[in-house]
C-alpha cells in the first residue's frame, strides 16, 4: 500500500490558510458597515420620529447600565493581570485618555465659540472614558486587542472620580455641574453593573462564553436606543447646529487618534501599543456622555455625544482599516 503523498497537504495549508484570512475579512467588513449603520439608522429615526425616542429617553440609564453589564460580561482576571505584566503603555494610555481628550474638547469649545449647552456636552464626551467600541476597532485594525481591553476596563473603573471632576473643572465656567450627583450616577449606570458583569462572569464562565457572540450587538442596541432618545429630543438643535457640531466631533475624533498616537511613540512604545493608544484615545464612551448630559444638563448638551456615537464608529472603521492593510508591515513589533 502506498504512503499518501506530502504535497496534497502542503497545498492545502495556504488554502485553508487563504480561507481563514477571507473569512476573517468578510467578518471584519460586516463589524465596520453593520456598526455603525445601525447607529446612523438609530439617528435617522430618533429625528423623524421624536415621540418614539422621547418615550425612550426616561430609561436611558437602564440602557446603558445594560451596555456596561455586557461590557463585564467579557472581562476577566487576565484583562486586569495585563497591568502588572505591562503598566507603561497601560498608564500611558489612561492618562492620554483624561488629559488628550478633555483638553482637546475644552480646546475645540473655545476655537468654535459654542454656545453653554454644546460647550458642556464637548467636554463632557471628552472627560468620558473609552468606550467598548474601541475594543472591537482595535481587533479589526490587528493591534493590540488585549491592552485595548485592558485600557478601557483601567478607564472606566476611574470614571466615577475623573469623569465628574475634570467636567467641574473644565466646564464649570459654562453652567453649573453638580459633581457629586455626577459621580453617583456613573457609580449607578457604570461601575455596579461591570463589577456586577466580571463577577457573573467568574461564577458562571462557561455559561457567559455560550452568548459572547451576541455581546457586541446587545451593546450595539443599547447605544442605540441612546441614541434615538437624545437625537428625538434635540431636533431643534440640530437642525439650528447641527454643522457646527458635527465640525467639533470630526475635529475632537481626529485629533484623539492623532494625538494619542504621537503620546505614545514619544514615550517610545512600538507601532501596535501606539495604534492601540490611537484608537483608544479618539473613541470615547458617547453613550455615557449622552446619559450624563441629558440627565444632568439638557437634550442639547447630550448633542455632541450622540453625533459622536455615530461618527466615531464610522472614523473608526475606517482607521480600522488603514492599519488592517499596513499591519503585516508591523507584524514583529510586539512591544
Known amino acids: 500500500m502506498s504512503t499518501p503523498s506530502p504535497t496534497p497537504t502542503s497545498a492545502e495549508a495556504p488554502r485553508r490558510d487563504a480561507a481563514a484570512r477571507t473569512s476573517e475579512d468578510r467578518s471584519a467588513r460586516i463589524a465596520v458597515t453593520v456598526f455603525p449603520a445601525l447607529i446612523l439608522a438609530a439617528a435617522a429615526f430618533g429625528f423623524l420620529v421624536p415621540s418614539v425616542g422621547q418615550a425612550l429617553a426616561a430609561h436611558t440609564s437602564i440602557y446603558l447600565g445594560v451596555i456596561m453589564f455586557a461590557m463585564g460580561l467579557t472581562l476577566t482576571i487576565p484583562d486586569f493581570a495585563l497591568v502588572a505584566k505591562r503598566p507603561l503603555p497601560v498608564l500611558i494610555g489612561v492618562v492620554a485618555q483624561y488629559v488628550i481628550m478633555p483638553l482637546i474638547g475644552?480646546?475645540?469649545?473655545?476655537?468654535?465659540?459654542?454656545?453653554?449647552?454644546?460647550?458642556?456636552?464637548?467636554?463632557?464626551?471628552?472627560?468620558?472614558?473609552?468606550?467598548?467600541s474601541s475594543n472591537v476597532i482595535t481587533y479589526l485594525a490587528r493591534?493590540?486587542?488585549?491592552?485595548?481591553?485592558?485600557?478601557?476596563?483601567?478607564?472606566?473603573?476611574?470614571?466615577?472620580?475623573?469623569?465628574?471632576?475634570?467636567?467641574?473643572?473644565?466646564?464649570?465656567?459654562?453652567?453649573?455641574?453638580?459633581?457629586?450627583?455626577?459621580?453617583?450616577?456613573?457609580?449607578?449606570?457604570?461601575?455596579?453593573?461591570?463589577?456586577?458583569?466580571?463577577?457573573?462572569?467568574?461564577?458562571?464562565?462557561?455559561?457567559?462564553?455560550?452568548?459572547?457572540?451576541?455581546?457586541?450587538?446587545?451593546?450595539?442596541?443599547?447605544?442605540?436606543?441612546?441614541?434615538?432618545?437624545?437625537?428625538?429630543?434635540?431636533?431643534?438643535?440640530?437642525?439650528?447646529?447641527?454643522?457646527?457640531?458635527?465640525?467639533?466631533?470630526?475635529?475632537?475624533?481626529?485629533?484623539?487618534?492623532?494625538?494619542?498616537?504621537?503620546?505614545a511613540r514619544l514615550l517610545r512604545q512600538g507601532e501596535r501599543a501606539a495604534r492601540t493608544t490611537s484608537i483608544e484615545v479618539g473613541m470615547q464612551n458617547s453613550g455615557l456622555a449622552a446619559t450624563l448630559a441629558a440627565s444632568a444638563f439638557s437634550p442639547a448638551a447630550a448633542l455632541p455625544a450622540a453625533i459622536f456615537s455615530i461618527w466615531h464608529n464610522l472614523s473608526g472603521a475606517v482607521l480600522a482599516m488603514y492599519y488592517r492593510r499596513s499591519a503585516d508591515r508591523h507584524r514583529t513589533d510586539r512591544v
Open 106 to 132: 475644552l480646546g475645540i469649545a473655545v476655537l468654535l465659540q459654542l454656545p453653554p449647552e454644546l460647550a458642556v456636552g464637548v467636554i463632557l464626551v471628552g472627560c468620558a472614558p473609552g468606550g467598548t
Open 143 to 263: 493591534a493590540d486587542t488585549a491592552l485595548s481591553v485592558t485600557m478601557t476596563s483601567i478607564s472606566t473603573l476611574l470614571a466615577p472620580l475623573f469623569t465628574p471632576m475634570l467636567t467641574l473643572w473644565l466646564a464649570g465656567s459654562y453652567l453649573p455641574v453638580d459633581a457629586g450627583s455626577m459621580a453617583l450616577s456613573i457609580v449607578q449606570m457604570v461601575l455596579i453593573p461591570v463589577v456586577g458583569g466580571l463577577v457573573v462572569r467568574l461564577v458562571a464562565g462557561k455559561l457567559v462564553d455560550r452568548v459572547l457572540p451576541a455581546l457586541p450587538w446587545v451593546s450595539v442596541a443599547g447605544i442605540s436606543l441612546v441614541v434615538i432618545a437624545v437625537v428625538s429630543g434635540s431636533t431643534e438643535a440640530i437642525v439650528a447646529a447641527g454643522g457646527i457640531v458635527l465640525l467639533a466631533v470630526v475635529l475632537h475624533n481626529a485629533l484623539g487618534y492623532l494625538l494619542g498616537y504621537l503620546a
